[in-house]
């Protein structure tokens, strides 16, 4: 059962994805929901309106303990409320990617695009057309961080231990192969590996 958090955002996009993969889902508001997730989106929105979200429901310290043994899947606003450090004093982030990033980086939302992304997953290449909506750049990040994806030479696509940030939105383009990377294969590799 993965969890979309759905305080506030495209949540439901989220969840027409992993019903594509096949994969039950349901939306987390309250803190004693995490017992039943083996994996959390936090999807796009408004990182500022999300931070006061979080506070009001007293999530912060279930999202951060949920990350300690499971995967999380961040979009856009999820990104970066998954960073350490925020370019806004008004985001709380829930420090789960070691990255810095700065909110709203391409400009306004009239600045927003549709490209085609090269992205490099599980050892295969695949050309995706993805969408970015007041997208956030992640300016600074540790070195145990893999770039999944960049775009103009900034990363876009990333991942850190089981967790995986994506600075746009694969939700609205019907993509699934980041939340079945994020969910399903990371996890059937390593079993295959071991
Ligand atoms: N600009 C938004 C923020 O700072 C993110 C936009 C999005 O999620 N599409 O939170």
Known sequence: MIGVLALQGD????????DKLKLSSCEIRY???????SGLIIPGGEST????LIDRNGLHKDIYSF???KPILGTCAGLIMMARIVNDDRVKPLNILDIEVDRNAYGRQVNSFRDKLSVSISGKFENVFATFIRAPKINNM??????ICSYNNE???IKQGIHVGLAFHPE?????????????KQFNEKSYAA
Do not use: C, R
């Open 11 to 18: 949540y439901s996009k989220h969840k027409d994805i992993l």
């Open 31 to 37: 803190s004693h929901q995490f017992n039943e997730i």
């Open 49 to 52: 309106t999300m931070t006061d």
């Open 67 to 69: 990350s300690k043994s």
């Open 142 to 147: 540790a070195k145990d961080i893999e770039i």
């Open 155 to 157: 990363p876009v696509a």
């Open 172 to 184: 609205l383009d019907g993509i699934t192969l980041f939340h079945e990377y994020t969910f399903v």
